[in-house]
């Protein structure tokens, strides 16, 4: 089969073949792709869900976020001919990633046992919700349930508001498992010549992020809340004199208290019992934090970043998005990008923010139409002989 037109980066060379949907799968996919893989999304005849949800030149703004660097086909998997199809881009593929419930790709005839057996070299990936097994197992999985369920939302979601709230966190961290182990076994197929099967459960991948928390509870049964993290941390936030937020971080370094009491002239604060030591610091967190709270309102933000910039003190602005793009370090660090749309216009997303000193990074392309790609793809596949 022809291989991507632009192939740059670590990963040209390798193509992916992704049955994805939504976020976690499709996130995975086009992590490989922004490192130069050549990614062909398999798409049923109605495509990936999230194309319609707004948005122009057929896509919503989401599915370009998580579907750019990839080639679209369409193939009715339920068919004979979409199957044969898929089995002969299998044949020629390194990695097959999925996002389906646990067993539809069995059901469907292209279970990992069956495309092992046609490709010894193949890795493939499934990212489920809860795993194979288990008593959740064959549930629907959307983000905002594994988060629940995983402990996420109780680590960030005050106790009085029980609301999800937030990115997709299940589904980008699933994501991120996901891209990070078919690496890793791109590695082992480089020495053993054989791919493997991988399963990624999110929830799995969501408890190995919340690693501080659950390994605390797991050794000392202390339960993690909002504001565990924080005060283990002495991080702080404050709003000046204008109502701008920011953050302060001070860690355990000691210098660094001691350097935010000059900062604030309250050095009576070093010889209040309930702060004198770190740990009273943590204990006395709420009662400090208003200390600080009152102090830091009564300047503007650009005053107090002087003087924390002066002192060495972790700080920074509680920015937005709308923010972000203006703050003069992201803006000097060029991680936006402009992609062409298929109708001419262009849209700015952020890049893939990994650089490397060797290899050419790839010419970005904007995610593609539904099925844009199908007839070159199967053209080649009939050229090769791989489809009768």
């Known amino acids: ?7 740059a980066g670590p990963l040209a060379g ?9 976020i976690a799968g499709p996130y995975a996919a086009k992590l490989l792709g922004d490192m130069g893989a050549d990614v062909i999304k398999v798409e049923a005849p109605e495509g990936d869900p999230m194309r319609r949800w707004e948005g122009k030149s057929g896509y919503s703004p989401q599915f370009a976020a998580y579907n750019r660097n990839k080639r679209s086909i369409v193939l009715d998997l339920k068919s004979a001919e979409g199957l044969d199809a898929l089995l002969a881009l299998a044949d020629d593929a390194d990695i097959l990633l999925e996002n389906f419930r646990p067993g539809v790709a069995d059901r469907l005839g292209f279970g990992p046992a069956v495309l092992a057996a046609r490709n010894p070299r193949l890795i493939t990936c499934a990212i ?10 064959s549930r629907p999985s959307y983000d905002t349930v ?4 995983g402990g996420m939302y109780s680590q960030i979601v005050p106790a009085e508001s029980v609301r999800p709230l937030g990115p997709a966190f299940s589904d980008l961290l699933a994501g991120q498992a996901a891209a990070q182990a078919v690496l890793a076994s791109l590695v082992a197929r480089a020495s053993s010549g054989r ?5 990624v459960p999110m929830v799995g991948a969501l408890i190995d992020f919340l690693t501080e928390s659950a390994s605390t509870y797991l050794q000392t049964g202390a339960i993690s809340h909002p504001d565990s993290r924080p005060r283990r941390a002495q991080a702080y936030g404050f709003t000046d004199v204008d109502g701008r937020a920011f953050i302060v971080h001070l860690s355990v370094p000691e210098k660094f208290w001691t350097g935010l009491l000059e900062v604030v002239e309250r050095p009576d604060l070093a010889t209040d019992d309930r702060f004198s030591s770190r740990e009273g610091r943590v204990r006395h967190y709420d009662e400090l934090d208003a200390e600080l709270k009152a102090v830091m309102s009564t300047r503007t933000r650009a005053e107090w970043f002087a003087r924390l910039e002066a002192a060495d003190i972790p700080h920074g602005p509680l920015n937005t998005v709308a923010d972000l793009f203006d703050d003069p370090q992201i803006a000097s660090m060029g991680l936006v990008e402009s992609l062409e749309l298929p109708d ?7 890049r893939h923010s990994v650089d490397f000193s060797r290899s050419k990074r790839p010419v970005y392309r904007a995610a593609p139409l539904l099925g844009a790609d199908t007839d070159a793809v199967l053209t080649d596949l009939a050229t090769q002989g791989a489809l009768s």
Not at 130 to 137: E, H, S, V
Not at 195 to 199: D, L, R, V
């Open 1 to 7: 089969m022809s291989p991507d037109p632009t192939p």
């Open 14 to 22: 390798i193509r992916v073949i992704e049955l994805g949907q939504y």
């Open 128 to 137: 489920t919700g809860f795993g194979p097994t288990g008593p959740l197992a």
């Open 146 to 149: 594994i988060s629940a369920v």
């Open 195 to 199: 791919g493997e099967s991988i399963s």
């Open 344 to 350: 001419g216009s262009t849209i700015d997303i952020p």
